[in-house]
Nanobody, 121 residues
Framework: QVRLMESGGGLVQAGGSLRLSCAAS????????MGWYRQAPGKQRELVAT???????NYVDSVKGRFIISRDNAKNTVYLQMNSLKPEDTAVYYC???????????????WGQGTQVTVSS
């Protein structure tokens, strides 16, 4: 079993910064892709940023130049540095991992519970 635990959400004023963290735990040998989705009230969940093992980040256009995704493979942790935040970034942010190789086999995908990010104008 794999668990993803997010932290770092909160309330911030427009123009401010927040850093989200997501740590995967369990009998994990490796993780292929890790990343972040978000879901705002009344909207569909959208992919914000993703990073594969050994690769660089990919971003949705609306956050390019403001958000930076990174990961620490030794800690099975992914980070999302969010700068120049805007009210439209307000959402619940969900961490995900795919291609998780565990002692029990490969888990296609795993999700965190979500962390609220609220940006005030």
């Amino acid at each position: 079993q794999v668990r993803l635990m997010e932290s770092g959400g909160g309330l911030v004023q427009a123009g401010g910064s927040l850093r989200l963290s997501c740590a995967a735990s369990g009998s994990i040998f490796s993780l292929n892709a890790m990343g972040w989705y978000r879901q705002a009230p009344g909207k569909q969940r959208e992919l914000v940023a993703t990073i594969i093992r050994g690769g660089s980040g990919n971003y949705v256009d609306s956050v390019k130049g403001r958000f930076i995704i990174s990961r620490d493979n030794a800690k099975n942790t992914v980070y999302l540095q969010m700068n120049s935040l805007k009210p439209e970034d307000t959402a619940v942010y969900y961490c995900y991992a795919s291609g998780v190789v565990t002692v029990g086999g490969v888990i296609q995908s795993a999700w965190g519970q979500g962390t609220q990010v609220t940006v005030s104008s």
